[in-house]
Every structure is written in structure tokens, then in C-alpha cells.
């Protein structure tokens, strides 16, 4: 089956700077890439998502890249503010398990003013 | 657009008794529907996948006799946690695919269950 490792666990940077977070999948017929921000005790929502006939995706401060070879793909959120202080969580879906996620272990991102 | 609830938000019951988790698509049809189990500070676990009109497809580990799922209508699914004891207690989470909508899962905003 699938297997979804996400690094790191816990990222703190200073407001303005750049945060990246990582996942790395095994399955090669891994075809959807979404990434979602869970804030404590909400539900998690969709920020950005990335199908596997694309390498880069952009949407103004997060982007999410894409590397089928080496089977990873990364989170960038430039810029950042307090407000996207939250736990991220990336996931994977395979063709032959349409619909169904696999997520990683998530990041707890922290954003000090 | 893409909206989903869960009623109840939070449950508190007594060791033994059954509850009963409601997730509905507001504004959308969704034909799939899945149920995710989230301790604290954990990620999501899948325990199974609901289908309108059939039965659900469970997770390996997941007892299907205990998490009770029902989906009778392309806008409701139901989980029930039958006789629940403590260590049922966590957060628990569904989402939905829109009917023709593509991979995007829409999520409800959780169940908080604590089970004395």
C-alpha cells in the first residue's frame, strides 16, 4: 500500500520568512496531491492541490511542486503571517484507490511575529 | 459551495451506550462519503468509505460491527458507535466527494465523542 512521510513534524519561523514542508510517497501510481491546514479542534481545508501531469502549482503566497521520479512533493508558503500558524497535513491518492486519501503525519507550523 | 456538517459537535456518553454521528452535504450531492478517526496531535486515519446505496468498505483493523455506516442518500451518511467505551473517544471526521466533482474531498467539522 501506500506510504506518505512528511517532514518536519513541527516548523517555527519568523514572520515574513518562508516556511517548506515535505512528503514523500512510494506508489507510483499516485496521481493527486493535495495539501490541507487543520487550525486545533476545526475541520482540515483544502489550500492547494497538484495533479501528476503538473510540476508546479501557484496560488499567490503557497505553491506546491512536484517530482514524480524521486516521489516527493513540497508545500512553499512565502511570506508568512501569524494567521497561517497551523498544523499542515499533505496527502496522496492512487488510481487504483480513486477517492481515497493516504495523509501524512502533518507539521505544526509556527509563525512568531 | 461544497458545504458539509456533522450533528452532533460534541457527544459526551455513558460507557455502553450507542451514538450516533450525522454527516450531510449541504449545497452538493456526494455519492462517496468517508469517515475519519483523529486523536490529538495525530493525522487523520481513514476507517472506512461510504457508498449511497451500498455498504461500506472498512479498513483493515476497523471493526465494521462496532462503527455501524450508513449511507441512504447522496446527501446523508451516518456513523454509529455501537456500545462505546473510552477508548472510543476521539475526533471524528467525514468527508465527501461531489457527485462529478473530482478527487477534491470537502470535509465536515468534526465530532468530538467522549465516552465516561
Excluded at chain 1, 515535505?22 to 487543520?38: E, G, H, I, L
Excluded at chain 1, 516521489?71 to 494567521?83: C, N, R
Excluded at chain 2, 455506516?69 to 446523508?76: D, R, V, Y
Aim: charged fraction near 20%; hydrophobic fraction near 35%.
Amino acid at each position: 500500500g501506500e506510504n506518505v512521510e512528511q517532514h518536519p513534524s513541527t516548523l517555527s519561523v519568523q514572520e515574513g520568512d518562508s516556511a517548506v514542508i515535505k512528503c514523500t510517497y512510494s506508489d507510483s501510481a499516485s496521481n493527486y496531491f493535495p495539501w490541507y491546514k487543520q487550525e486545533l479542534g476545526k475541520r482540515p481545508q483544502l489550500i492547494i492541490d497538484i495533479r501528476s501531469n503538473v510540476g508546479e502549482k501557484k496560488d499567490q503566497r503557497i505553491a506546491v511542486t512536484l517530482n514524480k521520479t524521486a516521489k516527493h512533493f513540497s508545500l512553499h508558503i512565502t511570506e508568512t503571517q501569524p494567521e497561517d500558524s497551523a498544523v499542515y497535513f499533505c496527502a496522496v491518492m492512487t488510481t487504483d484507490s480513486w477517492g481515497k486519501l493516504q495523509f501524512g503525519a502533518g507539521t505544526q507550523v509556527v509563525v512568531t511575529p | 459551495g461544497a458545504v458539509v456538517s456533522q450533528h452532533p459537535s460534541r457527544v459526551i456518553c455513558k460507557s455502553g451506550t450507542s451514538v450516533k454521528i450525522e454527516c450531510r452535504s449541504l449545497d452538493f450531492q456526494a455519492t462517496t462519503m468517508f469517515w475519519y478517526r483523529q486523536f490529538p496531535k495525530k493525522s487523520l486515519m481513514l476507517m472506512a468509505t461510504s457508498n449511497e446505496g451500498s455498504k461500506a468498505t472498512y479498513e483493515q483493523g476497523v471493526e465494521k460491527d462496532k462503527f455501524l455506516i450508513n449511507h441512504a442518500s447522496l446527501t446523508l451518511s451516518t456513523l454509529t458507535v455501537t456500545s462505546a467505551h473510552p477508548e472510543d473517544s476521539s475526533f471524528y471526521i467525514c468527508s465527501a466527494l461531489r457527485l462529478a466533482g473530482g478527487e477534491t474531498q470537502y470535509f465536515g467539522p468534526g465530532t468530538r465523542l467522549l465516552v465516561l
